[in-house]
């Protein structure tokens, strides 16, 4: 991945949701890949050892502690990318899943969930785009979910959300065709990090073989970038599955949302 948009001779990028995760694995690649790194998350303690880690690769980590579902936060880091070095890569990364029925759920979290996963993503995106449009080149990553392709009971928000992301995607990917600017929604299946454990969900109800490692994901993802996807599933299996729902019939789709959510606690947000 070769970028002219430098900090010193590094090329920038910027990883919300970097404190675990996909977002930690993103920043310890792109270090490895000779960026320097704006780290945006609610746990600077988190940030300030992930920065200090990044330094073994000689990169720069920036720690910009931020809870994008609050506007002020969320102007913050908007006005960080549009005063601050160039970036040359976005990864929307920030995220977390519910499993209540929507109707029965607290609409803080709903809402959050919304600002979350739509409203940071397209506020940081049409802030990030003018200058990378401007320079010819950059790229935005938009961290999704299979779920966009299911609509379920317990999942309402989430799957919408992601779904949105997904769409989003799609259409920055035919607006920014010729722009020298590139997009990709990458679209994970269950993989292994903390944010099925603030869900509550107990892993045993799916298969050792449906989980992922937040490694593969992310290498998937950039080795997908390199060679310009625009949809990024990593694995075989949830490629098939992505199809799959296409087809499968509704009421499969929702026995199974409502074994998931004996077997979860309440969300956490």
């Keep these: 991945?070769?970028?002219?948009?430098?900090?010193?001779?590094?090329?920038?990028?910027?990883?919300t949701g970097a404190s675990a995760g996909l977002g930690a694995v993103f920043a310890r690649r792109l270090a490895e890949r000779g960026y320097d790194l704006i780290l945006v998350a609610r746990r600077k303690d988190r940030l300030e050892r992930l920065a200090a880690e990044l330094a073994e690769w000689?990169?720069?980590?920036?720690?910009?502690?931020?809870?994008?579902?609050?506007?002020?936060?969320?102007a913050r880091v908007a006005e960080r990318i549009e005063n601050g070095p160039?970036?040359?890569?976005?990864?929307?990364?920030?995220?977390?899943g519910a499993t209540s029925l929507f109707h029965e759920s607290d609409f803080p979290a709903q809402d959050a969930m919304a600002r979350l996963h739509v409203l940071a993503?397209?506020?940081?995106?049409?802030?990030?785009?003018?200058?990378?449009?401007?320079?010819?080149?950059?790229?935005?990553?938009?961290?999704?979910?299979?779920?966009?392709f299911l609509?379920?009971?317990?999942?309402?928000?989430?799957?919408?959300?992601?779904?949105?992301?997904?769409?989003?995607?799609?259409?920055?990917?035919?607006?920014?065709?010729?722009?020298?600017?590139?997009?990709?929604?990458?679209c994970p299946g269950f993989t292994y990090t903390e944010f099925h454990d603030v869900m509550?969900?107990?892993?045993?109800?799916?298969?050792?073989?449906?989980?992922?490692?937040?490694?593969?994901?992310?290498?998937?993802?950039?080795r997908d970038w390199d060679r310009g996807k625009v949809v990024s599933i990593p694995s075989l299996r949830y490629r098939l599955l992505a199809g799959l729902f296409r087809f499968l019939p509704q009421g499969v789709i929702d026995h199974f949302g409502r074994k998931r959510r004996r077997h979860t606690a309440p969300p956490v947000v």
């Design 1 to 15: 991945m070769s970028e002219s948009d430098t900090h010193g001779d590094r090329p920038v990028a910027m990883v």
């Design 200 to 222: 509550g969900m107990e892993r045993s109800l799916v298969p050792r073989f449906g989980w992922l490692r937040a490694e593969y994901v992310v290498d998937r993802s950039l």
């Design 121 to 148: 993503p397209v506020h940081l995106t049409h802030t990030a785009l003018p200058g990378m449009i401007s320079r010819g080149h950059g790229g935005v990553i938009n961290v999704s979910s299979v779920a966009a």
């Design 151 to 186: 609509q379920g009971a317990g999942g309402v928000m989430y799957c919408a959300t992601k779904a949105f992301l997904h769409s989003f995607t799609l259409g920055l990917a035919t607006e920014l065709n010729a722009t020298g600017v590139r997009v990709q929604v990458l």
């Design 86 to 96: 160039p970036l040359a890569l976005l990864v929307n990364n920030a995220g977390f």
């Design 58 to 74: 000689g990169a720069a980590a920036e720690v910009l502690p931020a809870d994008l579902t609050r506007e002020a936060d969320l």
